[in-house]
């Protein structure tokens, strides 16, 4: 497995990541670029931005929040900064920490703006969370659709145009634009993106029929899911809808927003840590965001959120690569005891079928199997095995087939594909 020579991300990367001929990765490119960015004349464009949704006596924008300190930083730049009038919205979907409840709840206090928060049913989110892993192997699947069609669905109602989204976790990480792209929300980024291709109409015990997967079947209609639906381009044009990344605008850094949002706004980190980062205060929104959830990218793809986060603080400076291969070592792998026995708990889930229904998501490219384990290249350079495999002996012959036709194939062929799709992000950055 090949891994950026500056940060600590893999080729196999759960987002469209690719390597220039140093080895350092599109991700670290583009983080590059923040330190030539004539960054006041970004904010002098923001305000030339903003200022053509100023309405006297309405919402002047929307923001999609989730009461983190990424949140209270937009929404502490929108009213003083930028002084606009901000409608928040947030999809709640249930799994909140106490202190990110407790910073969520706040926000109208301490910014004194409106706030709609959608909550949906817990039956049905708990369905969602099972849906979603024996599907896709993510349990969060409909937060990623929430949190991308709720603000949306309120824009076009409130008749509120322009969203203010935070950054774009694919080029912060990957580096899948450059800052010159300008990069908008898009109705494609959201569906082959964020939600991998599947849509809200794909759940329904219609559509898991359609997709041949008729035994998923939770008894969901489409009623059950009015959250989940984008609304329509007629919808969209009629409002002139526009989602801006306030990251292309002022230099982006969650380090600082921490410090500033702890000392303005009192708010809060989570008080116990978590069992797979380092970081205590990211996805307070999401209790298994980097719990379970995250323990499934590392059987997909062989890393976790421990190595996200140290490649973010490699591009800072605040990490030095070595270190951030001791975060690695220490989190990428690790199985969330508690967490895990929470979220089993909450959606009514068999610990067996669990060990199952990941082993199936394995990705060849990553995993081997030896003696009956789970075995992994690493990237401190040796070779170490990570718990049985809990496949039957045809999966198991199935998947070392899959494994040994890919190598036929060379790595090349699933590297052109990515190439392909990745191929703005190294065009952009040539033209710097
Ligand atoms: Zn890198």
Redesign the pocket.
């Known amino acids: 497995m090949k891994y ?1 020579s ?2 600590v ?1 893999p080729a196999a990367s759960a987002m469209p990541l690719s390597f220039n001929e140093d080895g ?2 599109t ?2 490119q583009v983080a590059d670029q923040r330190r030539l960015i004539d960054w006041d004349s970004r904010l002098a464009q923001f305000h030339r931005v903003v200022d053509e949704y100023r309405c006297g006596n309405d919402y002047d924008i929307l923001i999609p929040v989730s009461g983190g300190k990424d949140s209270y930083y937009q929404v502490h730049l929108a009213t003083k900064v930028l002084n606009l009038k901000p409608l928040l919205v947030t999809y709640h979907a249930n799994n909140f920490v106490p202190e990110g409840e407790y910073n969520l709840q706040r926000m109208r206090e301490v910014f004194d703006c409106d706030h709609l928060i959608l909550r949906p049913g817990e039956g049905m989110l708990k369905k969602m969370n099972r849906l979603g892993f024996r599907l896709q192997g993510d349990m969060n699947w409909h937060s990623h659709c929430g949190i991308f069609t709720v603000p949306i669905q309120v824009a076009v109602r409130y008749n509120v145009p322009l969203i203010l989204w935070g950054e774009h976790g694919f080029m912060d990480l990957a580096g899948m634009y450059s800052y010159d792209d300008f990069v908008e929300f898009t109705a494609k980024f959201r569906l082959e993106h964020a939600m991998r291709g599947y849509d809200w109409d794909d759940l329904t015990d219609e559509g898991l029929t359609r997709l041949g997967r008729p035994e998923l079947a939770e008894g969901l209609e489409e009623k059950d899911l009015k959250w989940a639906q984008y609304p329509s381009d007629d919808e969209l044009d009629a409002v002139g809808v526009r989602g801006i990344y306030t990251s292309n605008f002022v230099p982006w850094d969650s380090n600082r927003h921490v410090e500033l949002v702890m000392k303005e706004y009192g708010w809060r980190p989570s008080v116990e840590p978590f069992e797979r980062t380092y970081r205590r205060f990211s996805s307070l929104d999401d209790r298994h965001d980097v719990g379970v959830h995250d323990y499934l990218k590392f059987v997909k793809f062989g890393y976790g959120r421990a190595s996200d986060h140290s ?1 973010h603080d490699i591009r800072e400076g605040q990490l030095s690569r070595s270190e951030g291969i001791e975060h690695v070592r220490r989190l990428d792998h690790v199985k969330p005891v508690k967490d895990l026995a929470r979220w089993l708990e909450y959606a009514e889930f068999d610990a067996e079928e669990f060990d199952h229904t990941c082993d199936s998501f394995r990705d060849p490219r990553v995993w081997n199997i030896k003696g009956g384990k789970w075995v992994k290249a690493n990237i401190w350079g040796t070779e170490s095995d990570y718990g049985d495999v809990c496949l039957s002996a045809a999966e198991t012959a199935a998947f070392i087939e899959r494994r040994d036709q890919l190598k036929e194939g060379g790595d090349g062929q699933r590297n052109d594909l990515k190439r392909k799709r990745n191929e703005r992000a190294p065009e952009a950055i040539a033209a710097l």
Do not use: H, N, Q
Request: glycine share 12%; net charge positive.
């Open positions: 950026c500056r940060c991300y350092v990765c991700g670290c490649c």
